[in-house]
């Protein structure tokens, strides 16, 4: 057994130390072949979830940028417009990680794999720019025409996200200020960048064709309006009989750690007789001396539980470094030694012994009665040394000792109201850290549902002073909670259990979608009558689908999840909105 002297977050630190005993272990003299070297343990857990996202993310990055990059190629036939069309999404991800840097202190390794879902979107906003302004005066009137609305889109995402600032889960916040400044970055390189850097004889393949080519099937969807409160009826229906299935309660859902990882862990556990570190109870002393006691103490309400069967065993500092009161008292139940004398003659009466033979046995207890008190810096550079500082534990307000709970034998679940009852009036905490976790998460998980709800009030009211019509409001907003509805029923039916990252993803769908639901509504045109706009759209929508569906594919869950929220809830948005498109009167 091993413990780093680095901080159990420093998982640099902690990456180290696993390299080193690797290296360690390949120069050691192999008694066997087939010698292995197996690790596990917290830091092993962090070290990998961290090297599996980090992995995932470069991965990830990789095929959503050259799929990207080969779609913008087949439909521009320009090098120059793919290589400007990547700059707002380049720039976009530099700024969200400078942001998060420069405001938490440090990146998580969730939020850098969150940068592959800018991808996705921040693309988006070079699409509109490109294909819409392509053509004599064309830059001018989407300027003009298209960058309110595209605008307003930006600022729904910025207000949706806004809200994720005010979590008290660090990842959380870290993924909200990503991704105000990653695409408030990514707008105003486009809008105010890319004008200047764009060629005067710059042009594109000209993809009206395809947008005129799609408009019979955009004419064709509106005709399916009915079908949209149909839909979300059915979905609200499922939501109400899974409602006690749909969130994830606990931090399972989130957890990168392979089953591979946890069997190896609970085998290795199993095999040193250690405990899993669930159940714990804690003390708090002022000094060392009081924490040492009280640690016995409760040793001894423990060890009537361990007798009854109640509990396995239980682990203890004073088990390695007792009290300086138990050790004096230890010393003085020690007989003198004229006293021990006597008493072996005593024994030994009528035995074969003498008593003569004895004299070392006796020097050694006249010693034991005599020699200094066992302290921590005594034990330094032993084995015992490991045990006392994993379980004494010095803090600024003191001590605190932790003594890890071994449940029964066999299949007996540990009790904890008879460990709590034991340990009534002693001042020891009895803690359950999974069943704590997960209480903390499912507070997390209330307040970012909660947090999140303010964002979409925050949404409404903006769309609602910025459009200032009820009909184009309710039009606005439709497609964005339809969709919302049917993504949840959907990953409801196919058991997926939602957790914070779904959550996100449904913010994702809020942003990327208002975007179209805005352009559907445009009071002065229709997509379906601007091949341009409709061509853009459905190129924006595609390269969304690419960014945020890479992502589906992935092992690790927390990028799983929103991809297969996103991916979906893109492309419904998408076509809610074009069968709620409003029909021009000319």
């Known amino acids: 057994m091993l413990q780093t002297r680095a901080a159990g977050s420093d998982t640099d630190a902690q990456a180290a130390a696993i390299a080193r005993i690797h290296a360690d272990f390949a120069e050691l003299p192999k008694a066997s072949p087939d010698a292995r070297l197996l690790l596990s343990g917290a ?33 521009y036939r320009s090098v120059t417009a793919v290589v400007l069309g990547l700059l707002p999404v380049a720039t976009g991800a530099l700024a969200g990680i400078a942001a998060v840097a420069l405001g938490f202190g440090s990146v998580h390794g969730l939020t850098i794999g969150f940068g592959t879902t800018l991808i996705g979107e921040a693309v988006d906003y070079t699409i509109y720019y490109f294909v819409q302004s392509d053509g004599e005066d064309g830059e001018g009137r989407w300027m003009e025409r298209f960058w309110p609305t595209i605008r307003l889109g930006v600022l729904t995402s910025v207000f949706g996200f806004a809200s994720l600032l005010f979590s008290g889960f660090p990842g959380l916040a870290q993924l909200g200020l990503y991704s105000i ?38 004419g064709q969807l509106s005709r399916l309006r009915l079908a949209i409160p149909l839909l979300a ?59 040492l006691l009280a640690a016995e103490q409760a040793g001894m309400r423990l060890t009537t539980l361990v007798e009854a069967g109640a509990l396995g065993g239980f682990e203890s500092p004073a088990r390695f470094l007792p009290s300086e009161a138990t050790q004096r008292a230890r010393q003085q139940s020690l007989p003198a030694r004229d006293e021990l004398a006597r008493r072996l003659d005593t024994a030994l009466d009528g035995l074969p012994l003498r008593a003569a033979k004895l004299g070392a046995f006796l020097d050694d207890v006249d010693a034991a009665r005599r020699q200094p008190l066992l302290t921590p810096e005594s034990l330094r550079g032993s084995t015992l040394a490991l045990a006392v500082d994993s379980l004494l534990l010095e803090r600024p307000q003191g001590w605190t000792v932790l003594m890890p709970l071994r449940a029964p034998a066999g299949d007996t679940p540990l009790d904890p109201a008879r460990i709590q009852a034991a340990l009534q009036g ?124 890479a992502l589906a594919f992935s092992p690790v869950p927390v990028l799983k999840a929103i991809g297969i929220t996103v991916g979906p809830g893109a492309v419904l948005t998408l076509m809610i909105s074009a069968m709620l498109a409003r029909k021009n009167k000319h």
């Not at 092993?44 to 779609?71: D, G, H, P, Q, Y």
């Not at 009989?241 to 994830?248: E, P």
């Not at 392979?258 to 862990?265: G, I, T, Y």
């Open 43 to 75: 830091a092993v857990f962090a070290v990998n979830s961290r090297a599996a996202i980090e992995s995932e993310a470069v991965r990830l990055t990789t095929i959503s940028t050259a799929a990207v990059i080969c779609l913008l190629l087949l439909i």
């Open 181 to 218: 400044a990653g695409l408030v970055t990514a707008a105003a390189v486009t809008r105010f960048v890319l004008p200047h850097l764009r060629p005067a004889s710059f042009h594109i393949r000209d993809i009206a064709p395809l947008g005129r080519a799609m408009a019979g099937f955009w």
């Open 233 to 291: 009826i059915a979905a609200s229906v499922v939501l109400v009989t899974h409602r006690d299935q749909i969130w994830s309660s606990g931090l399972s859902g989130l957890s990168p750690v392979s089953s591979a990882d946890q069997a190896l862990d609970q085998s290795l556990r199993a095999d040193l007789g250690a405990p899993d570190l669930r159940y714990l109870v804690v003390l708090k002393a002022a000094n060392r001396e009081a924490a």
């Open 426 to 549: 002693s001042g020891a905490l009895f803690v359950d850290i999974f069943g704590e976790s997960n209480h903390l998460y499912q507070a997390y998980l209330d307040e970012a549902i909660l947090l999140s709800l303010a964002g979409c009030l925050a949404i409404v009211l903006l769309m609602a002073v910025t459009l200032r019509q009820p009909g184009r409001l309710i039009r606005v907003l439709i497609p964005l909670v339809a969709t919302e509805l049917i993504v949840m029923a959907g990953l409801a039916l196919t058991g997926q259990r939602l957790t914070l990252l779904h959550l996100i993803g449904m913010l994702l769908i809020v942003a990327v979608g208002s975007n179209y639901a805005l352009f559907f509504d445009r009071a002065d045109s229709n997509p379906g009558d601007d091949p341009r706009t409709l061509a853009s759209l459905l190129l924006a929508n595609l390269a969304t689908v690419i960014g945020f569906g």
